[in-house]
């Protein structure tokens, strides 16, 4: 059964640092492009950062260029997301998965599968 856990997350002030952690059981992440979402109630899902490990390629949303850094060990079957210079405008609750189709970079959450049951990023002062 392919199954997403996610540990990580918490609590920093703006320009702090977290960083998300996403471990794939049933599943091996490098055979499939992962992403990183981030939803805030009342909004759709955001896809914020991507990696196909096993081509070795990265994206990431306007949002995040130059602040977040995703990456994956493969021999851990982990994919994490390093967050950097935090915002306010960061918090929500972020999750991963793992793209069930071709389509993975533009970041459509019913292009995926196996969601990480989610955990809480919160900037604030």
């Known amino acids: 059964q392919e199954q997403t856990v996610q540990s990580g997350g918490g609590s920093v002030q703006p320009g702090g640092s977290l960083r998300l952690s996403c471990t794939a059981t049933?599943?091996?992440?490098?055979?499939?492009?992962m992403a990183w979402f981030r939803q805030t109630p009342g909004k759709e899902r955001e896809g914020v950062a991507f990696i196909y490990s096993g081509a070795g390629v990265t994206h990431y949303a306007d949002s995040v260029k130059g602040r977040f850094t995703v990456s994956a060990d493969n021999g851990e079957n982990t994919i994490y997301l390093q967050m950097n210079s935090l915002k306010i405008e960061d918090t929500a609750m972020y999750y991963c998965?793992?793209?069930?189709?071709?389509?993975?970079?533009?970041?459509?959450?019913?292009?995926?599968?196996?969601w990480g049951q989610g955990t809480q990023v919160t900037v604030s002062s």
């Open positions: 049933g599943y091996i992440v490098s055979s499939y492009c």
């Open positions: 998965a793992p793209s069930a189709r071709g389509r993975c970079f533009d970041g459509v959450p019913a292009d995926f599968t196996a």
